[in-house]
């Protein structure tokens, strides 16, 4: 320990101090370097036998005391683990492989992708290069390294994780090929962001400045200068520049396109600061690249409202709300009976536990100038003065600032940061010597090192929090709970100003043509009644609120094989239509939500989350093919109101903050308590959601003012729009009730994973796809401008079984990649990268 470092007495063998590892990326001999890629989830063991594996130099002592069939033991238990991570590797790497072979195998993506070649062969070879490039540059870099031979010097820790350079990178480009043959404009835009949002450590450290590397910066616009250059051919005798193939207006013009890489890099430090430890590096870049094509590329009504939602409310409310929301945050995680009481100062306010601990501090302080032998501690100065009594109890404190809202210079730091785990400074350790040894004063230091000045002395945490706080102490608890209700009514005056001003304004201009948002409402949903369409008609408000045509007759509703449910929604109307939708949506999330409150007390905590994705199957899979824009408008709305609802509770704001935490709680998991952000119910919102609204992007609308752009051309659906539902609530529930029950055999890994819960995930996805399949045939819609006539037997039987056992093979085939993507990843969350890969594979297989 380091305490034997500080004994004067020799006869004692002292061990060496501990050296400070860094948390992530590859060992190397460079300083100050942020994280290339994320550990995987190896245990304790683990690492400990890979620390040990990959120890320049070997302990003579510790040879001795172990056994030749011990370590011998050891070493095999090591190669196995390396061997079994290479394994996990290899399969991710290889699984986007075939991914990316499926995409380019979709309809009409191969040609697309031709005419941008140039492009993406210099996207593809550019981050091969710097691959390839990157161990050179550590074996270079690594001062440290004593290996005679430079092939020792190229090892691959059992910790490498290839998620920041292959899901930030090139998740992006896939997608937006999927989508090209509709919207090819969108290639070139990903194709910088997926170069943009390659990890800085591939790149030199000279050349950056304020968090922008210009060598970077540079190498992502190779693409736009090649696509410029037409000069340059490759497979092609005339290429087309970018302008003639999608410059404006559909596409971004050259500038735009080069200030995409400092776009993406100034917004990860506000995501950063909002969202702190509860996203990964890739998925912030994720994030971060998806918010600016909605940003940028957002064209149908149903995204601009998205985007009116997301970045003008989400901005404004960040702008006005946001220090609001600190100090409301501040001042309710401070204990009551920490606050001034009324009638006496704050610094007379000193209780009995202060005063012990003011008195154990004294004489600790005095006993230290009696003998240096008599030291106990191996502190090199005295601690200051320190309350107790958050401690009296045993009970982790509440860190009361730097945790739902840190400092912007806290972006760099990539510890965990949870409501029960206090944030912890390092004194620049980290930062300045990642190898660098304590220094010592009695004991003689290790061969090879020489002694290092002692840091300089920094204040403590406790000194800092208690002057960031200082100001909610001079409070009582009155004026306290009056102050925090102030900053509620600011907050929620804030909320309904943005959505009253300029997200209503926006939505007006934007996405409805100049109509007044709630009189669109009103018409979209409610116009087909005849009592509203009277009432609009005495009152003179068919300008603020156009009328739809009146609804046919019931009585007229034909049913056969198959249905033709558009025809029935004409019949029905429209509006009367989405009014039985809504009346469908709510009864079932009821009947979830009765379910769950009836099974509290008798299944645990997972059973019940899964209650909340059967829901979502439910609710989503029959209503998605019957109104997919309505559905998508839906689930825009919610995500929004998910968003405010974490926001006042993440801030605590009265009286619904604490109510919605209280209700939040029992289904929390272990990837919501990484941040102050619960992360559970917004991902499985967005898993389900993203394959539809990228589905809808590729498919093309109609429909006549003020309604235009609200209903898809030639009755298109496609099985692709709930790829992300059949994922979330049927797979991911299949596998987590399958394999915590039945799961015996573990994939060779370490993760968890079963292969039985990993066979249910296939088997769950593939019933979903194939009765989605049915759906889609039996209401009559068209997956492409041709009806599915071989799949209703219109064919003959032999053409009928030939399609739906083509059919089944597809689905099998996009359900065991999803479930294998499950198994193999760590550096994303499940729930969102999973269903974007299944909904790729959909596509990609033309299911």
Request: with cysteine; aromatic share 8%; charged share 20%.
């Amino acid at each position: 320990t380091e305490a034997d470092d500080e004994r004067p007495d020799f006869a004692v063998k002292a061990l060496p101090p501990p050296t400070v590892r860094p948390r992530k990326g590859l060992k190397t001999g460079e300083q100050s370097e942020d994280a290339f890629l994320t550990p995987s989830m190896l245990d304790d063991e683990g690492r400990r036998l890979s620390e040990g594996y990959f120890r320049r130099t070997s302990s003579s002592e510790d040879t001795k005391k172990k056994t030749e069939e011990e370590e011998k033991a050891e070493q095999e238990k090591l190669l196995r683990r390396r061997l079994a991570e290479f394994a996990r590797r290899s399969s991710e790497v290889a699984l986007m492989a075939v991914t990316i072979a499926c995409v380019l195998s979709g309809r009409g993506v191969w040609r697309t992708a031709a005419q941008w070649q140039r492009e993406l062969f210099s996207q593809v070879g550019i981050i091969a290069v710097l691959i390839l490039v990157y161990p050179v540059k550590l074996s270079i870099v690594d001062t440290q390294a004593t290996h005679t031979k430079l092939w020792q010097r190229f090892r691959v820790p059992a910790s490498f994780d290839p998620a920041t350079v292959l899901y930030p990178t090139l998740l992006p480009i896939l997608v937006a090929l999927s989508v090209s043959p509709a919207y090819p404009a969108i290639i070139l835009p990903n194709i910088i962001l997926g170069l943009s949002a390659l990890p800085q450590r591939l790149f030199p450290r000279s050349s950056r400045l304020s968090g922008i590397n210009a060598v970077h910066w540079f190498i992502s616009i190779i693409p736009l200068i090649l696509s410029e250059q037409t000069g340059i051919t490759f497979l092609q005798h005339s290429p087309q520049p970018y302008l003639l193939k999608s410059g404006p207006p559909e596409g971004l013009t050259s500038e735009a396109l080069v200030s995409l890489y400092p776009l993406h890099h100034a917004l990860l430090v506000p995501l950063h600061y909002i969202t702190t430890t509860s996203l990964l590096t890739s998925e912030l870049h994720l994030l971060s690249a998806a918010l600016i094509n909605v940003l940028l590329m957002a064209a149908s009504p149903q995204t601009v409202i998205l985007k009116a939602c997301i970045w003008v409310g989400g901005t404004s409310l960040f702008v006005f709300a946001g220090p609001v929301l600190h100090w409301n945050l501040t001042l309710a995680r401070v204990p009551r009976w920490k606050l001034r009481r009324a009638g006496h100062d704050s610094q007379e306010r000193k209780s009995f536990a202060d005063a012990v601990s003011d008195l154990i501090n004294l004489q600790r302080a005095t006993s230290a100038f009696r003998s240096g032998e008599d030291a106990d501690s191996d502190a090199d100065e005295d601690a200051p003065p320190a309350s107790i009594k958050g401690k009296t109890n045993g009970v982790t404190r509440l860190a009361t600032t730097g945790n739902a809202f840190p400092t912007l210079g806290s972006f760099t730091k990539q510890e965990p940061l949870s409501a029960v785990e206090p944030r912890q400074v390092i004194d620049g350790v980290l930062s300045q010597a990642k190898d660098r040894a304590r220094p010592r004063r009695f004991s003689l230091p290790p061969r090879g090192n020489s002694p290092l000045p002692a840091p300089a002395r920094e204040p403590s945490n406790r000194s800092k929090a208690r002057r960031k706080v200082f100001w909610c102490l001079q409070l009582t608890p009155e004026q306290a709970e009056r102050r925090r209700w102030i900053y509620a009514a600011w907050i929620y005056a804030a909320l309904g100003c943005i959505v009253l001003g300029p997200v209503y304004s926006y939505i007006s201009r934007k996405a409805l043509t100049g109509q007044d948002p709630l009189g669109w409402v009103i018409s979209y949903l409610f116009g087909q009644l005849p009592i509203l369409r009277h009432m609009v008609k005495d009152l003179g408000l068919a300008s603020w609120t156009p009328l739809p045509p009146p609804g046919g007759d019931w009585r007229e509703l034909h049913f056969g094989f198959p249905l033709n449910i558009n025809q029935m929604r004409i019949t029905i109307g429209l509006a009367n239509t989405r009014l039985l939708l809504i009346g469908y949506l709510v009864s079932v999330l009821i009947a979830g939500l009765l379910a769950v409150f009836a099974l509290t007390a008798y299944v645990e905590v997972d059973t019940r989350r899964k209650v909340f994705h059967g829901t979502m199957v439910v609710m989503l899979v029959p209503s998605i093919f019957v109104d997919p824009c309505f559905c998508a408008l839906a689930l825009a709305g919610i995500l929004t109101m998910f968003l405010i609802l974490e926001v006042i509770r993440a801030g605590q704001v009265p009286p619904l903050g604490n109510a919605i935490g209280r209700f939040v709680a029992p289904y929390v998991d272990g990837r919501d308590l990484r941040g102050p952000v619960v992360v559970s119910h917004i991902f499985l919102l967005i898993g389900c959601a993203i394959p539809l609204w990228l589905t809808l992007a590729s498919v093309g609308r109609e429909g006549g003012l003020p309604w235009e752009g609200w209903e898809l051309a030639e009755n298109r659906r496609e099985i692709a729009m709930v790829a992300g539902v059949v994922c979330v609530g049927m797979g991911d529930a299949a596998a987590s009730l399958i394999g915590r029950r039945y799961g015996r055999r573990k994939w060779i890994w370490v993760g968890g994973k079963s292969l039985e819960g990993s066979g249910a995930f296939a088997a769950a996805v593939t019933v979903g796809l194939m009765a989605a399949k049915v759906w889609q045939v039996l209401g009559g819609w068209n997956d492409t401008r041709q009806p599915l006539d071989s799949l209703m037997g219109s064919r003959g039987s032999a053409h009928f079984v030939a399609a739906w056992f083509v059919t089944l093979l597809k689905a099998m085939f996009c359900a065991c990649g999803a479930s294998f993507m499950e198994a193999v990843l760590t550096g994303a969350n499940d729930n969102v990268v999973v269903p974007v890969a299944l909904w790729l594979l959909v596509k990609g297989s033309r299911l």
